[in-house]
């Protein structure tokens, strides 16, 4: 297979959308790439399929920034903020890199640049969630009146692409869920919002906060929402999918 060229150039921004079922037969391979301190992290999660999707997650991460830095994934180390958000602990010797990653159900979000602040956010849209009482406790008035007043039809899906660039923001600032979600509000883009199916055409740049944060929904599967959130306005996107053991090959990460 054709190998990829994925390397970062000034304000380049790449996200990776990986399918998680589609490497449980990796398992054995996958967890001979994780440090001392992420196996037995593993073994204490009980149940089997968060368990398994923990040992997928945390190798093909490795797998990327080894890739992304030149160096063997066994090599890289990690830190973590005050506030828990991970990085990666540099040596001075490889390539800045940041990077910011989100699971939910089946996939795997992870996005990285050069030098900038950068966050993602990825959610499985629950449809049995109490969307109207959720958005009115941690959303700002007019985004729950956005919920509240948009086709019922589309209500589920309004909340959780809210609710993925609340998220995506406050990671890309480092501070996850420890600032109020009502302090700010997110930029809307009532075009896109309210569209049913997805053309997985990419990323959608659908506004800005304080002149300086620019959101992007970015494509995914039905029943998901996803956004990421940069301090700058991206030079290029380029969106890369991992949904098969051979696409790891093809990009030459088992190497």
């Given at each position: 297979?054709?190998?990829?060229?994925?390397?970062?150039?000034?304000?380049?921004?790449?996200?990776?959308?990986?399918?998680?079922?589609?490497?449980?037969?990796?398992?054995?391979?996958?967890?001979k790439l994780l440090?001392?301190?992420?196996?037995?992290?593993?073994?204490?999660?009980?149940?089997?399929?968060?368990?398994?999707?923990?040992?997928?997650?945390?190798?093909?991460?490795?797998?990327?920034?080894?890739?992304?830095?030149?160096?063997?994934?066994l090599t890289v180390?990690?830190?973590?903020?005050?506030?828990?958000?991970?990085?990666?602990?540099?040596?001075?010797?490889?390539?800045?890199?940041?990077?910011?990653?989100?699971?939910?159900?089946?996939?795997?979000?992870?996005?990285?640049?050069?030098?900038?602040?950068?966050?993602?956010?990825?959610?499985?849209?629950?449809?049995?969630?109490?969307?109207?009482?959720?958005?009115?406790?941690f959303f700002t008035?007019?985004?729950?009146?956005?919920?509240?007043?948009?086709?019922?039809?589309?209500?589920?899906?309004?909340?959780?692409?809210?609710?993925?660039?609340?998220?995506?923001?406050?990671?890309?600032?480092?501070?996850?869920?420890?600032?109020?979600?009502?302090?700010?509000?997110?930029?809307?883009?009532?075009?896109?919002?309210?569209?049913?199916?997805?053309?997985?055409?990419?990323?959608?740049?659908?506004?800005?906060?304080?002149?300086?944060?620019?959101?992007?929904?970015?494509?995914?599967?039905?029943?998901?929402?996803?956004?990421?959130?940069?301090?700058?306005?991206?030079?290029?996107?380029?969106?890369?999918?991992?949904?098969?053991?051979?696409?790891?090959?093809?990009?030459?990460?088992?190497?």
């Open positions: 297979m054709e190998t990829i060229d994925i390397k970062l150039c000034g304000l380049d921004v790449h996200v990776w959308r990986v399918f998680l079922p589609a490497f449980e037969s990796q398992k054995v391979w996958l967890e440090s001392p301190e992420q196996v037995e992290r593993g073994k204490r999660i009980i149940r089997f399929p968060e368990k398994l999707n923990y040992t997928i997650r945390s190798a093909i991460i490795r797998l990327l920034i080894g890739k992304y830095l030149d160096i063997s994934p180390k990690f830190v973590a903020s005050r506030f828990g958000k991970p990085a990666i602990c540099a040596t001075g010797i490889e390539p800045t890199l940041e990077f910011n990653v989100s699971h939910s159900g089946d996939w795997l979000f992870i996005a990285l640049c050069q030098i900038n602040p950068i966050g993602v956010d990825v959610e499985f849209v629950k449809h049995d969630f109490p969307v109207m009482e959720i958005s009115r406790r008035s007019s985004e729950a009146s956005l919920v509240a007043n948009v086709n019922e039809k589309c209500r589920t899906e309004m909340f959780f692409r809210i609710w993925v660039r609340k998220e995506a923001y406050l990671k890309a600032l480092g501070k996850g869920l420890h600032q109020d979600l009502k302090s700010f509000e997110t930029p809307i883009a009532p075009q896109v919002d309210c569209v049913e199916g997805n053309d997985n055409s990419g990323c959608t740049c659908v506004g800005t906060l304080d002149g300086r944060w620019y959101f992007y929904d970015i494509s995914t599967i039905s029943g998901y929402c996803a956004c990421l959130v940069t301090d700058f306005k991206p030079s290029a996107f380029n969106l890369f999918d991992l949904n098969s053991p051979e696409s790891l090959k093809s990009f030459q990460l088992s190497e």
